[in-house]
């Protein structure tokens, strides 16, 4: 309510600005004239610029709860490699569990962690592969291994789980390997790739597992992460658009902390 009749406000300026713009060059005194909209332009300025402080103000004070974070990162994993997904026609799905729980884990370093599976994955799904993301929240009375503190108090944490189907066997089985892709075990990068982002796995008191499936040419990469009990708030963007005049321009834009 308050941040609409504010907006409302700016408008109202931004239309008192036109009107004074119009009425240029109408003054039997143009030396009048031009002072007096000079005057104008610089009240409304001043006066918009306030206004705008408010409104930051206003937007320091309205957190919003972060939610959804892990989905929407995943979201746009997939965006970014979109393309090449497309280009070996490989499908995605997602089976995400309702509701799931914020992790500890900072969001960047979430995003770097998602991107580079996600990356090794389709470097290792063949033409017309599947890879399918997977979420649930677990509750696990033990440490998962690896010597990480998996849980924190009462043991609760969030799974976040890439299937990869009909991927072309790497280095290291044993059987004929099956047709698709190579370029996984010509270029180390991709293994280093992964490395690093396990690393970032274990430094967030998190685990990571490889798993493959022989008869079923499937790679499993499982992901845990400790689930964030304190509430985490995020702060929503206000949109701010400045009055304009097309002969005047904008009003500087300048900005407040």
Not at 83 to 91: F, G, R, T, W, Y
Request: net charge positive; proline share 5%; hydrophobic share 40%.
């Amino acid at each position: 309510m308050l941040i609409g009749s504010i907006l409302q406000v700016r408008n109202v300026l931004g239309s008192i600005r036109d009107i004074t713009e119009l009425s240029r060059g109408k003054f039997r005194d143009k030396e009048f004239g031009e002072s007096f909209c000079r005057l104008i332009a610089k009240e409304i300025e001043i006066g918009d610029l306030l206004l705008t402080s408010l409104l930051h103000y206003i937007k320091t004070g309205t957190p919003i709860e972060k939610t959804n974070t892990v989905h929407t990162l995943i979201g746009q994993a997939l965006s970014k490699y979109r393309a090449q997904l497309e280009e070996k026609n490989i499908k995605t799905t997602e089976t995400f569990e309702e509701n799931l729980p914020e992790t500890v884990v900072p969001d960047e370093q979430l995003k770097y962690i998602l991107n580079s599976v996600l990356l090794y994955a389709v470097a290792s799904t063949p033409p017309s592969g599947r890879i399918e993301f997977l979420t649930r929240s677990l509750s696990l009375q033990r440490d998962a291994g690896g010597g990480q503190a998996f849980f924190v108090k009462a043991g609760k944490y969030i799974e976040i789980r890439l299937v990869v189907s009909s991927v072309a066997k790497p280095t290291g089985w044993s059987g004929r390997a099956t047709e698709g892709i190579t370029s996984l075990e010509k270029d180390v990068g991709f293994d280093l790739l992964l490395r690093l982002a396990k690393e970032v796995v274990l430094r967030n008191q998190g685990v990571m597992k490889f798993e493959t499936d022989e008869e079923k040419a499937k790679m499993i990469i499982s992901l845990g992460f400790p689930v964030e009990r304190r509430k985490v708030f995020s702060y929503k963007p206000i949109s701010i658009s400045r009055p304009t005049n097309p002969s005047m321009g904008a009003i500087p834009n300048i900005p407040f902390l």
